[in-house]
């Protein structure tokens, strides 16, 4: 069965510090990939998703980037925190494809800014 | 881009009510989901329904495409049940998900 594990579970960075998350998937290949942000207040936002090694896709232009070294590692990165980076931030993964079938999400990041 | 309403915002009930969730969209979806973030945050798959009807349990869920609303359906709640419930749909033009800004629940005993 697919699994998707993403680490660290919670993090605590000071302002201009960098930012690595990382998110693998088991059991699958060729998957899209995809990060996801969410703020105090609920919303879902989509940051990037990834349909192949090395194709990374922006929604949302700000301080982050993504890459995807391997078919099943998606990463996460800034140069220099913002406060406003401050989230929960999880990683998704669905099928090759992708539109017409389930996402499903690793447990999340809790990264809080200081 | 595609707008998802759902509603109501926040329900307080008591252990073993029933209740509905609606989720509106404004334009013709090929994917649609309904998931539960529990206390811990962890996002939980309820139902792949981008139409038709399925029921898991006591939970059920109706998509009518045609009209551009999804019901879930919470039968006997419990208080594990307690936490946020997000609707999502992706359109034939998108390529991720976009999410509601979720209803949520809170079961007392």
């Known amino acids: 069965s697919q699994t998707i594990h993403q680490w660290p579970a919670t993090l605590v960075q000071p302002v201009g510090s960098p930012l690595s998350l990382e998110c693998t998937v088991e059991g699958t290949s060729n998957p899209n990939l995809y990060w996801y942000r969410q703020a105090a207040g609920r919303g879902l936002q989509l940051l990037f998703y990834s349909v192949g090694i090395g194709q990374i896709s922006s929604e949302v232009p700000q301080n982050l980037s993504a890459s995807r070294p391997q078919d099943r590692q998606f990463i996460l990165s800034s140069k220099k925190l913002l406060l406003s980076d401050s989230g929960f931030y999880l990683c998704?993964?669905?099928?090759?494809?992708?539109?017409?079938?389930?996402?499903?999400f690793g447990n999340g990041t809790r990264l809080t800014v200081t | 881009g595609i707008q998802v309403e759902q509603s109501p915002p926040d329900l307080i009930l008591q252990e073993g009510a029933n209740s509905t969730l609606r989720c509106n969209f404004s334009?013709?979806?090929?994917?649609l989901q309904w998931f539960h973030q529990n206390p811990w945050g962890q996002l939980i798959n309820l139902f792949y329904?981008?139409?038709g009807t399925k029921q898991n349990g006591r939970l059920s869920a109706t998509t009518v495409a045609t009209e551009r609303y999804s019901l879930l359906y919470i039968s006997s709640s419990q208080t594990t049940d307690s936490g946020v419930y997000f609707c999502?749909?992706?359109?034939?033009?998108?390529?991720?998900?976009?999410f509601g800004k979720g209803t949520s629940l809170l079961v007392t005993p």
């Open positions: 334009d013709s979806v090929n994917n």
């Open positions: 998704a993964w669905s099928v090759q494809g992708g539109r017409n079938s389930p996402l499903h």
């Open positions: 329904i981008p139409s």
């Open positions: 999502a749909v992706l359109t034939n033009s998108g390529y991720a998900l976009n």
